[in-house]
């Protein structure tokens, strides 16, 4: 049954998972895709000896759609999430997504329910989750003959509860999400599985999320939960460099929009101790846009590092983020070419 739009109370919507009327699905069988299918089920039949339930051999991706003041839907910066998504497939030896199949799929889904992309204004938008898995049976760990990939959208609000209100983190020292060289850089849902435990005893701490260190030293940052990190100094934009880190499509639009205006950006590895210096953090992702850091604690040392001390987000995150929305929804320029307008 199709679903009535009348009830939705856009402007509080939380980052989750609602219905929506569509999704699409391919399936590719020892190396040949198949048709693009619609369903309206939520439900997919998996073999129980599927590779991804057992050796978690799935990837996933995550971006937007933003409606704008015209009335046209927008999509951000999509390539990139082809490009990444074609990544996580080779890094845990999957068949990767072809870009065409990626794009009709995407475009498909999201005018199959246009409905539900949240007007302007709103503060919520559409997630676009596209999901690759093997789908194959084996019981010795080996790739997969056979994938499917299939994208489904969902309207949310922001990730972090209140927008650009500053959140509190919590450094963790006593679990890794991902080795050095392991799978820390794609998007793979053993990061997120090992990230659990950490993101739970934040919450149950009274934290937003998580700052992971690098797992080998413990001396640097490597992100907060499911997104990056960056910190502010003397006008220069400062994001860490690692080997296990996702490397994020929206950190990667703001080293370029700092750069745009006018700021140093740094993109290397970040000691711990810098945090000191810093007069602005944030967490970066689709998910989470900018959301500011207000405390950092840091329960070895047993030391909190403060920013917003007045509980306002800083100027330049503020100047970032409002830069990098107005070009998402279309109210400013886009002199990147990072936005694809669906006429
Ligand atoms: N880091 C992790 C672990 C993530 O899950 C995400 C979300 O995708 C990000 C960073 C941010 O990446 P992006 O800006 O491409 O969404
Ligand atoms: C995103 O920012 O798109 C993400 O994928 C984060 C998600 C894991 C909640």
């Known amino acids: 049954m199709a679903i009535l739009m009348e009830n939705f109370d856009w402007a ?55 409606m704008g003041k015209d009335g046209k839907i927008r999509v951000f910066r999509w390539e990139e999430n082809v490009k990444r998504m074609a990544a996580s497939a080779e890094g845990i030896k999957m068949e990767a997504v072809p870009f065409e199949l990626f794009r009709d799929a995407m475009f498909k889904v999201i005018d199959l329910n246009k ?86 005893a934040a919450r149950n701490g009274g934290f937003s999320n998580t700052i992971f260190l690098d797992a080998k030293e413990k001396k640097y940052i490597d992100e907060c939960g499911p997104a990056n990190f960056f910190g502010i100094r003397d006008n220069t934009y400062v994001t860490p460099k690692s080997e296990s880190i996702l490397n994020s499509i929206t950190n990667m639009s703001l080293i370029e929009i700092a750069k745009s205006l006018g700021m140093k950006t740094e993109r290397r590895q970040v000691p711990v101790e810098e945090l000191e210096s810093f007069t602005e953090t944030g967490a970066c992702g689709t998910a989470a846009v900018i959301s500011p850091i207000a405390k950092i604690f840091d329960p070895e040392k047993n030391k909190i590092y403060e920013y917003c001390k007045d509980g306002e987000p800083g ?13 998402q929804s279309g109210d400013e320029a886009d002199p990147f070419s990072w936005v694809t307008v669906i006429d």
């Open 115 to 200: 409905k539900f992309v949240p007007p302007y204004g709103s503060g919520a938008n559409l997630y676009i989750r596209p999901l690759l898995f093997g789908s194959g049976a084996e019981v010795g760990v080996k790739p997969a003959t056979e994938y499917t990939f299939l994208i489904f959208v969902t309207p949310v609000g922001p990730y972090f509860k209140g927008g650009v209100k500053p959140v509190n983190m919590l450094i963790c020292r006593d679990i890794d999400r991902a080795a050095p060289l392991g799978t820390g850089i794609y998007k793979v849902g053993g990061n997120y599985a090992a990230s659990m435990r950490a993101i739970i």
């Open 12 to 66: 509080n919507l939380p980052f989750g998972y609602i219905k929506t009327d569509y999704n699409v699905r391919c399936v590719c069988k020892d190396g040949k895709w198949g048709k693009l299918e619609v369903s309206t089920s939520e439900y997919i039949d998996v073999h129980i000896a599927a590779t991804g339930l057992h050796y978690g051999q799935e990837a996933f991706e995550g971006l937007k759609a933003y």
């Open 315 to 327: 100027p330049i995150s503020m100047k970032l983020y409002k830069r990098l929305t107005a070009i």
